[in-house]
DNA sequence: GCGAGTGTTCGATGAAAACCATACAGTCAC
DNA sequence: GTGACTGTATGGTTTTCATCGAACACTCGC
């Protein structure tokens, strides 16, 4: 086998280019998403981990949440040893829906 | 009483800069209220009533769902005789949330 | 007043989604 | 290998929300 072995089954991601407005609209539609975020906002890409992000719902939730982001196009996970570290697609998601992550950074 | 005598209760209406974002997005990631904006958008200000939007679901659901649009500041209403008439509050709801409007309308 | 037309409210139902606890699958340090 | 750690998958509960049918309220023309 190649170098880089990872025998865990790579997250699957949507390009913000293949989301429909609809299921942007809903996957940022609910508090605890959008407190990850903005948390992930706040944060160097790739520093941050899912369990390092203080919501609160049980791990199996938070799982399920980054799931839904992930499919949106909002973020994007790569695995680094145990752990699974996140980035926000700031760009490719702003190219795609213009304006609307920053309204939601904004926050109210 | 004075002219203009109406003994029916005029519909709440809030306004865009009371609305917080989550409301915006929860109302707006809905099919059906979708598609009843994007019909308003096309539409000249107090022209169409309740009923004249073509939407797959009936009567007591469409008038939910302008309840969460005005609640949402998307929308304002007017009574008109036995009708109740509709307007988009574009201008209102693009100062508050800017290119969220534009988004939902530019479609996929 | 009466009847037709329009929209809201109420109660109930069904579907979708959030959530938890548990069990499982990797990765790493030892 | 063993054990600690991290995240995912599964099963089941609870909550939320969209929807409908029926009843109600209001306006208007007759």
Avoid: I, Y
């Amino acid at each position: 086998m190649a170098t880089g072995t990872s025998h865990r089954a790579a997250p699957e991601h949507t390009h913000p280019d293949d989301v429909p407005v609809l299921t942007a609209l809903a996957a940022l539609a609910d508090p605890v998403r959008v407190q990850l975020v903005r948390e992930l906002a706040a944060s160097e890409d790739w520093s941050r981990s899912c369990g390092t992000f203080d919501v609160p719902v049980g791990k199996a939730a938070k799982s399920h949440h980054f799931a839904v982001l992930r499919a949106a196009g909002l973020v994007e996970q790569r695995d680094e040893g145990p752990r699974r570290v996140n980035r926000l697609r700031r760009e490719e998601f702003d190219a795609r829906f213009p304006g609307l992550l920053e309204l939601v950074l904004r926050g109210d």
